[in-house]
C-alpha cells in the first residue's frame, strides 16, 4: 500500500510554545488529508479535512486558531498546535487519500507531550 | 451522518480459538466499511474494507468480515487467535459522498490468553 510518513513520532514541548506536526505522502499524491485526535484508551475523533490548496474544514468544538492546518501541496499537509498547554496532550493521527471511496492510508502517529 | 457502535471494549479470548468483533453502523447513505488494527503507540493499519463489491471480505492475517445490511453489520472474525493479534481494533464507516473521512467506533481491545 502506499505510504504516509508523519513526523515528528515523539514530541515534549513546554507550555506556551507551538508545536508542527508534518504529514506527507511519499507515493502518491494526496488530494485530501485527514486530522485525527486520540486520547488515551478512546476512539480517534476527527479534527479537520484539508483539500490541497484550499482552507482547511474543522469539526464542531475544534480550534482553528488553535489548531493550524496547512495543505500546501498534494504531498503535504502540516499541523500547527499553538501555544499549547497540557491539556493539548495526545496522540495525533494524520491520513492520506487520492480518490474517493479508496482506502485513506495513516501515518505512524505522532505523540505530543505537553509540560 | 454516520456512526459506529463496537460491541464490547474489550473482549479476551483463548489463543486458537475464534475471534468475533461486533461492529454495527448507521449511515444515511450506501457506506463504505473498514476494520483498522493498532498497535500501541502507532498508527492504524486497514485490515480489510467493504466497498459494495462482495459482501464477504477476507483481509490480511486471516480476517475477514461479513457485509450485512440488514442487520447493518460488519462483524469481523478470525478462526484461529494468535498472541500477535491482541491490538486495538477498530471499525469505521465511511459515505460514499463524502471523501474518505472516516468515522470511527469507540475501538476493541482484544486480549488473547495463552
Known amino acids: 500500500g502506499a505510504v504516509v510518513s508523519q513526523h515528528p513520532s515523539r514530541v515534549i514541548c513546554k507550555s506556551g510554545t507551538s508545536v508542527k506536526i508534518e504529514c506527507r505522502s511519499l507515493d502518491f499524491q494526496a488530494t485530501t488529508m485527514f486530522w485525527y485526535r486520540q486520547f488515551p484508551k478512546q476512539s480517534l475523533m476527527l479534527m479537520a479535512t484539508?483539500?490541497?490548496?484550499?482552507?482547511?474544514?474543522?469539526e464542531q468544538g475544534v480550534e482553528k486558531d488553535k489548531f493550524l492546518i496547512n495543505h500546501a501541496s498534494l504531498t503535504l499537509s502540516t499541523l500547527t498546535v499553538t501555544s499549547a498547554h497540557p491539556e493539548d496532550s495526545s496522540f495525533y493521527i494524520c491520513s492520506a487519500s487520492g480518490q474517493a471511496g479508496t482506502e485513506a492510508f495513516f501515518g505512524q502517529g505522532t505523540r505530543l507531550t505537553v509540560v | 451522518a454516520q456512526s459506529v457502535t463496537q460491541l464490547g471494549s474489550h473482549v479476551s479470548v483463548s489463543e486458537g480459538a475464534l475471534v468475533l468483533l461486533r461492529c454495527n453502523y448507521s449511515?444515511?447513505?450506501?457506506?463504505?466499511l473498514f476494520w483498522y488494527v493498532q498497535y500501541p503507540n502507532q498508527g492504524l493499519q486497514l485490515l480489510l474494507k467493504?466497498?459494495?463489491?462482495?459482501?464477504l471480505v477476507k483481509g490480511i492475517n486471516g480476517f475477514e468480515a461479513e457485509f450485512k445490511k440488514s442487520e447493518t453489520s460488519f462483524h469481523l472474525t478470525k478462526p484461529s487467535a494468535h498472541m500477535s493479534d491482541a491490538a486495538e481494533y477498530f471499525c469505521a464507516v465511511s459515505a460514499r459522498n463524502a471523501g474518505n473521512m472516516l468515522t470511527f467506533g469507540g475501538g476493541t481491545r482484544l486480549m488473547v490468553k495463552p
Open positions: 449511515s444515511s447513505v450506501p457506506p463504505y
Open positions: 484539508s483539500n490541497e490548496g484550499s482552507k482547511a474544514t474543522y
Open positions: 467493504y466497498t459494495s463489491a462482495a459482501t
